[in-house]
């Protein structure tokens, strides 16, 4: 048996099949993985992300603390609840995990960051809290957290938990935050679609949850969320990153923040040395133009260019065909054509631009 979330009754009331997933016994789905999918992207659908680990940083020098520890830089937070998605590295620009921090109030921030990840995130923070001074670190084993997601998701949760919080969190724009009684409550997510994350007393879980089922919001897996946040062409940590990648091998070079060149963040001499040589490797886009499924670790090969390999590969029940996303070497352009072994049958595929799908739509010709 692992660990259960609050809602771990919910789950199983409510048929789920349920997996081990980095040690929680979590929802995979309620019956068919391609229907929960289809509902977020037309309509919304709610997932358990209680799993996530969820940790309060206060004090004093709790922002300078967070420049030193994250590539972002949290000085772009200047509005109380707004949000930056961030990598944390380590010494040699490898990405220990990935997560969002929150501007909580001059010495509060909050970071939500992965569930799998969670003792070496703890274990790395807590060293560097300790080393720098003036920040407690409090993990939040007493929170759990509801994802809404799709074009319908906030007038439903409107719906379920009362006009108040529209006339609060309506107007709040996208990676915003604002906390509404014991609610925090986010416009990020990690589907591609609009919603709200929301982050309430675990004890409390339960009967939210009843209450967004009551409103019409039925629940979803890890299998559709998978399948969502590769169509919105978001990165998953263990998959397509981790300590042996940088966020410049990964398409979160977006992420970094080398400027101002005085801020000494963990991990920027490593990253500035591999933009002066030159990044090796980039993460592309591949829709399948042959039969089949594109899974993870499939080898990929570039004419003229060398060999990578599928990150994260699926069936897109949006697109109707296969999309992936791929490590290939740097000289890979956009509209080539590359070879991918499917169990040792070679298919061809496109490189493109991530997100492949955008408000429910192709984002490529």
């Known amino acids: 048996m692992g660990l259960r979330t609050p809602l771990y009754d919910n789950h199983v009331k409510m048929g789920a099949k349920m997996v081990d997933f980095g040690?929680?016994?979590?929802?995979?789905?309620?019956?068919?993985?391609?229907?929960?999918?289809?509902?977020?992207?037309?309509?919304?659908?709610?997932?358990?992300?209680?799993?996530?680990?969820?940790?309060?940083?206060?004090?004093?020098?709790v922002r300078d603390f967070l420049k030193l520890l994250l590539a972002n830089n949290v000085d772009k937070l200047k509005t109380q609840g707004r949000a930056l998605y961030s990598c944390l590295l380590n010494t040699k620009g490898g990405v220990i995990d990935d997560l969002i921090v929150y501007f909580m109030d001059a010495q509060w921030f909050r970071i939500v960051?992965?569930?799998?990840?969670?003792?070496?995130?703890?274990?790395?923070?807590?060293?560097?809290?300790?080393?720098?001074?003036?920040?407690?670190?409090?993990?939040?084993?007493?929170?759990?957290?509801?994802?809404?997601?799709?074009?319908?998701?906030?007038?439903?949760?409107?719906?379920?938990?009362?006009?108040?919080?529209?006339?609060?969190?309506?107007?709040?724009?996208?990676?915003?935050?604002?906390?509404?009684?014991?609610?925090?409550?986010?416009?990020?997510?990690?589907?591609?679609?609009?919603?709200?994350?929301?982050?309430?007393?675990?004890?409390?879980?339960?009967?939210?949850?009843?209450?967004?089922?009551?409103?019409?919001?039925?629940?979803?897996?890890?299998?559709?969320?998978?399948?969502?946040?590769?169509?919105?062409?978001?990165?998953?940590?263990?998959?397509?990153?981790?300590?042996?990648?940088?966020?410049?091998?990964?398409?979160?070079?977006?992420?970094?923040?080398?400027?101002?060149?005085?801020?000494?963040?963990?991990?920027?001499?490593?990253?500035?040395?591999?933009?002066?040589?030159?990044?090796?490797?980039?993460?592309?886009g591949l829709v399948l133009e042959d039969k089949g499924v594109l899974r993870n670790h499939q080898k990929v090969t570039c004419d003229g260019a060398g060999e990578g390999e599928i990150t994260s590969g699926t069936f897109s029940p949006t697109l109707d065909m296969s999309i992936a996303l791929a490590r290939v070497p740097a000289a890979v352009g956009i509209g080539e054509r590359c070879t991918v072994d499917l169990r040792g049958r070679p298919a061809s595929v496109r490189v493109v631009k991530y997100p492949f799908v955008r408000n429910g739509k192709s984002c490529f010709g």
């Not at 929960?36 to 992207?41: F, I, P, S």
């Not at 703890?122 to 957290?145: S, Y």
């Not at 994802?147 to 409107?158: D, H, M």
């Not at 998959?239 to 080398?258: F, I, R, S, Y």
């Open 113 to 284: 960051a992965n569930a799998a990840t969670r003792e070496k995130d703890m274990a790395w923070i807590g060293t560097a809290a300790r080393e720098f001074g003036e920040v407690k670190v409090v993990q939040r084993d007493d929170l759990a957290m509801i994802a809404v997601q799709g074009p319908n998701a906030k007038e439903k949760v409107y719906r379920a938990l009362g006009e108040q919080l529209r006339g609060l969190a309506g107007e709040i724009k996208p990676f915003h935050s604002v906390t509404v009684g014991a609610l925090h409550v986010a416009t990020t997510g990690y589907t591609g679609e609009d919603g709200f994350e929301i982050v309430l007393p675990a004890t409390a879980a339960a009967f939210t949850w009843q209450m967004l089922h009551e409103a019409g919001v039925p629940p979803c897996g890890l299998g559709a969320r998978d399948t969502l946040r590769l169509e919105a062409g978001m990165n998953l940590y263990g998959a397509d990153m981790d300590e042996t990648t940088t966020p410049l091998e990964t398409g979160l070079a977006w992420t970094v923040a080398l400027e101002p060149a005085d801020r000494k963040f963990i991990g920027r001499e490593a990253l500035e040395k591999q933009n002066a040589a030159g990044v090796p490797r980039q993460l592309v």
């Open 23 to 61: 040690g929680w016994d979590m929802p995979l789905h309620y019956g068919s993985q391609i229907e929960e999918h289809r509902k977020v992207r037309a309509d919304c659908g709610m997932f358990d992300v209680s799993h996530m680990n969820v940790v309060d940083l206060k004090g004093a020098g």
